[in-house]
Nanobody, 126 residues
């Protein structure tokens, strides 16, 4: 079992920044591939960013490339999502997910993630 707890969401004006955190417990964090997804009202949960075990490989959705940065601190069992130049279309509930079975790379598919946090709301006003 893996427990994930997100934090750091909130209300911000367009052009602003937020940093989301996701604290993990229950399994050796350095063996988990981690991802951030988001879900807007009435829409599917979409991939935002993912990071490999060591942090050496990162992947981003096209819509956030150059604005968002995913990172991890294996000593603190935490993954982060730094979000800059936020836009109203970034408004969503953000979820972190853990993929426990991946031996290489990062998946962008939500079905490949085994555990999820409760989500944190990000609202960007225009």
């Amino acid at each position: 079992q893996v427990q994930l707890v997100e934090s750091g969401g909130g209300l911000v004006q367009a052009g602003g920044s937020l940093r989301l955190s996701c604290a993990a417990s229950g399994r050796t964090f350095s063996t988990l591939v981690m991802g951030w997804f988001r879900q807007a009202p009435g829409k599917e949960r979409d991939f935002v960013a993912g990071i490999s075990w060591t942090g050496a490989k990162t992947y981003y959705a096209e819509s956030v490339k150059g604005r968002f940065t995913i990172s991890r601190d294996n000593a603190k069992n935490t993954v982060y999502l730094q979000m800059n130049s936020l836009k109203p279309e970034d408004t969503a509930v953000y979820y972190c997910g853990a993929d426990v079975d991946r031996s290489w790379g990062v998946s962008t598919l939500k079905g490949d993630y085994d555990y999820w946090g409760q989500g944190t709301q990000v609202t960007v006003s225009s």
